[in-house]
């Protein structure tokens, strides 16, 4: 099946400074690849997704990259603000076996006034 | 997200019990499904369905049930053969049967062992 790996873990930086997570993943046919922003005790809530035909997508301060040929992909957000504290998951959706998502174990970020 | 219902928000069960976690969502969606998260982890997919009365097993089936039978309800039973219940339990559902389409959740339930 599908693995996929999230780093870091944690990830803390100053306030208005960029944030980047990285997710690697194993199956080259996957096609589709979201992030979900989860503060303590809620749902996790979409935030950007990719297709696979894409390199790069962006939605104000948040940019997802693509790169199939190396297998990962990241987030980045640019000008951080405290708002932006929460873990955030990478999930892959590969399209055999299990119709669902795959998700990396997420990263806490933490932005320090 | 507000589309999508989960109840109870929080959950006992005691030894040797059947629980049932009920999810409802007013999206119009037809794939629906379960996911289990422990502290520091990822989530895991328990089952799914991508219509009404038919369903599949996903990562960690073992030890949990599903049922179909209408197209807003997805009802998840973790039962007395699940030996470590203790999780965030997330339902989500997505508009269309091609898995590849976004997922939105609903608020989860936080299930513990008495």
């Known amino acids: 099946g599908e693995n996929v790996e999230q780093h870091p873990s944690t990830l803390s930086v100053q306030e208005g400074d960029s944030a980047v997570i990285k997710c690697t993943y194993s199956?080259?046919?996957?096609?589709?690849f979201p992030w979900y922003k989860q503060e303590l005790g809620k749902r996790p809530q979409l935030i950007i997704d990719?297709?696979?035909?894409?390199g790069e997508k962006k939605d104000q301060r948040i940019a997802v990259t693509l790169n199939k040929t190396a297998k990962h992909f990241s987030l980045h957000i640019t000008e951080t603000q405290p708002e932006d504290s929460a873990v955030y998951f990478c999930?892959?959706?590969?399209?055999?076996?299990?119709?669902?998502?795959?998700f990396g174990k997420g990263t806490h970020l933490i932005i320090q006034p | 997200d507000g589309g999508i219902t989960q109840s109870p928000k929080y959950l006992f069960r005691k030894e040797g019990q059947n629980v049932t976690l009920s999810c409802e969502q007013n999206?119009?969606?037809?794939?629906m499904y379960w996911y289990r998260q422990d502290p520091g982890q990822g989530l895991r997919l328990i089952y799914y369905?991508?219509?009404?009365?038919?369903?599949q097993k996903g990562d960690i089936a073992e030890g949990y049930s599903v049922s179909r039978e209408k197209k807003e309800s997805f009802p998840l039973t973790v039962t007395s053969a699940q030996k470590n219940p203790t999780a965030f339990y997330l339902c989500?559902?997505?508009?269309?049967?091609?898995?590849?389409?976004?997922?939105?959740f609903g608020d989860g339930t936080r299930l513990s062992i008495l």
């Open positions: 989500a559902s997505s508009i269309s049967r091609a898995p590849n389409q976004p997922q939105h």
């Open positions: 199956d080259s046919a996957s096609n589709y």
């Open positions: 990719i297709r696979s035909n894409v």
């Open positions: 999930a892959v959706y590969s399209g055999g076996g299990a119709d669902g998502l795959t």
């Open positions: 999206l119009n969606h037809d794939a």
């Open positions: 369905s991508q219509i009404v009365n038919d369903f």
